[in-house]
Structure formats: structure tokens, C-alpha cells
């Protein structure tokens, strides 16, 4: 694109190449809006005799086409795009989701000269009506090419994003402790339940028990029994690892252990098993207070039913440090 400055009856179908104000600072015209005939007929009432625009050649798409492509391949799930002035599309939440990114082709997609993407982080929980992604283009105009090679990645990778609904949850609580387990239910009850309500749901089904390899592994068959989206295990003790009482109860049913150990402080303890494709978390300490821990990091994903697996909790290091 070559910009240069020209009268404004020769505008008609050029491209502003600044925002155009009247004289006491409220906007009149963008820039990159595409100049029409009544444009040009209120410019010239404002006054205007010049103006600075440029025009589309041979190879080129035009800002906003561009992100629309861009936007229309680079997300799926429980989201809706809308354009924005500038050459920008926005992504945002139709309903309450987790967000899920790739991130290496987030990177690979930012490396090109074309366009540039800004997300929301992997595992967040966002509301209906929130963005979750925004797409800006170079200003006016890229090249054909560079945006074919883009949407040609996407199309191959698949999406960078995935808006995951979350419908209709069920969290089942287990609080245990070496003597009482109500004592357990008194000091944690109102943490947990307030770390639930900011994804949007409340505890379902809750039992309480002493913290005994044979007296965990009934409640935790009882739960199951529910059909719970996640069982959560809110323990006054902290469990040395999988060979402790939690992690022992959680083998007698025959869960698969999926990883102990995060690198997020506080929530270093994690003890991720499944039993199917339930999953059931223990994360002494986490429910003593309300600070975000790694309960937060990963709950999102449960509640919209994704699997997260070992490594992925092993790549939430970068950013594990929530204090």
C-alpha cells in the first residue's frame, strides 16, 4: 500500500490513513474506514480540502477482511467473533467456559509479519460475554500471501483456542481428617465453597470421614455413585505422596494416578488421580484459605470436563507462582 495525500473529491473508495477529529475533539472518521461518497460530501462541509489515504494494490486484503479470516479459523467451542474498528476481531465467550490454548501455535502463528494474537491464559475461566482472544492485523492491509500461510497452518493444526462450555457441574466434596472428619467439614466448608462460586457453581454431594486408607476409599465409592463431574478431598493433613493414606485410598478403587507434585506455589502437593474419567484432587493446605492456589489453575478444565493430564500440570510452572 502506498498512503499519500490527495484531494478529497478523489477519496471515494480510498482507505483514511488517520482519524479525522472536528475542531472541538469528537471523532468524525476512523482510521482505516473506507471513504464513500457521503464521507467525502460531510468531509468537505467539515471543510476539509485534503486528505491522507491510501488504497488496496494487487495482493493485498484488507485489514478487517484479514482478521475475520484469521478469527474464523483460529477458534472453536462456545464463542462468537466480532469485528472491531481498526482491523481487529475480538473472540468472546457465548457461555460460562474454560478456555483451552495451544500455546506453540499461539507462538507460531505471532511470528508471522501478518497479524498478532493476544489470549486469555490456558485454563481460564471466563463468563459469557467476556473476550477471551483479540486478533490485530497490520495496519490496512496484508499480504494475500501472508495470510494465506497463516489460515493454511490453522486449518492443518486446528484451532489455537477452544472456548469449553461449562453446563451444569457437579463437584463432590470429601472432607477428612485423622480423628473427626467433621472437623474437617467445620474449618473448610465456607473456603470451598467460596472457591466454587467463582467458577460459577456450589459444592453438590459432601461426606466427611476419618482419614483412614478403608474409611476414604467407601466415601470416595459413595461419591463416585453421585456421577460427580470432580471430587475434590479436603484433608487437614498433607500426604507425603501416592503411598500415604489419601493416595492409598484412592488405589483401593482403582484410580489412575495421573501426577503428584505440581510446580505452583501453594498447591506444591497435588495428588491428581482419575477413577474413569472422574477426577479426584487432593491439595492439602489449598482449602485453609481463599488466595488463588492450584485448585484455581486446574478446577476450570474439570468443571468443563477436560482431562488434564501430568503434563500439563507439569507446564503450569511458568506462572506457578501465585504469591
Excluded at 70 to 93: H, Q, S
Excluded at 252 to 281: Q, S, T, W
Amino acid at each position: 500500500m502506498r498512503a499519500q495525500t490527495i484531494d478529497i473529491k478523489e477519496s471515494t473508495g480510498r482507505i483514511l490513513c488517520c482519524t479525522i477529529f472536528r475542531p472541538g475533539g469528537k471523532k468524525l472518521l476512523a482510521k482505516g474506514h473506507l471513504l464513500n461518497d457521503d464521507d467525502v460530501r460531510l468531509l468537505a462541509i467539515e471543510g476539509l480540502q485534503e486528505v491522507w489515504v491510501t488504497q488496496l494494490e494487487d495482493g493485498e486484503v484488507s485489514e478487517d477482511r484479514a482478521v475475520a479470516m484469521v478469527a474464523g479459523e483460529m477458534g472453536c467451542g462456545g464463542l462468537e467473533i466480532r469485528l472491531a474498528a481498526g482491523g481487529r476481531a475480538n473472540l468472546i465467550a457465548t457461555e460460562d467456559c474454560c478456555v483451552l490454548v495451544d500455546d506453540d501455535l499461539l507462538k507460531q502463528i505471532n511470528c508471522t509479519a501478518s497479524v498478532a494474537i493476544a489470549t486469555v491464559l490456558n485454563f481460564s475461566y471466563a463468563k459469557a460475554g467476556q473476550r477471551i482472544a483479540t486478533v490485530k492485523s497490520t495496519p490496512f492491509a496484508v499480504a494475500e500471501s501472508q495470510l494465506k500461510a497463516v489460515v493454511s497452518i490453522l486449518k492443518e493444526r486446528g484451532p489455537i483456542l477452544q472456548a469449553r462450555p461449562i453446563r451444569h457441574p457437579s463437584v463432590s466434596i470429601l472432607y477428612s481428617d485423622a480423628a473427626n472428619g467433621e472437623r474437617a467439614r467445620q474449618l473448610f466448608e465456607n473456603i470451598v465453597r467460596q472457591r466454587l462460586e467463582k467458577f460459577g457453581t456450589a459444592p453438590g454431594f459432601t461426606l466427611a470421614c476419618i482419614e483412614e486408607e478403608q474409611a476414604v476409599a467407601k466415601s470416595l465409592q459413595q461419591l463416585m455413585r453421585m456421577n460427580p463431574t470432580a471430587i475434590l478431598i479436603a484433608s487437614t493433613t498433607a500426604p507425603a505422596g501416592p503411598e500415604d493414606v489419601i493416595g492409598r485410598a484412592m488405589s483401593r478403587i482403582g484410580c489412575h494416578l495421573e501426577r503428584f507434585l505440581a510446580p505452583v506455589e501453594p498447591g506444591n502437593l497435588l495428588l491428581l488421580n482419575y477413577k474413569d474419567d472422574v477426577p479426584i484432587v487432593s491439595a492439602p493446605g489449598c482449602f485453609r484459605s481463599a488466595k488463588p492456589n492450584v485448585v484455581d489453575l486446574i478446577l476450570p478444565a474439570m468443571l468443563a470436563r477436560y482431562r488434564v493430564s501430568g503434563w500439563e500440570v507439569a507446564g503450569l510452572g511458568h506462572g506457578g507462582l501465585l504469591v
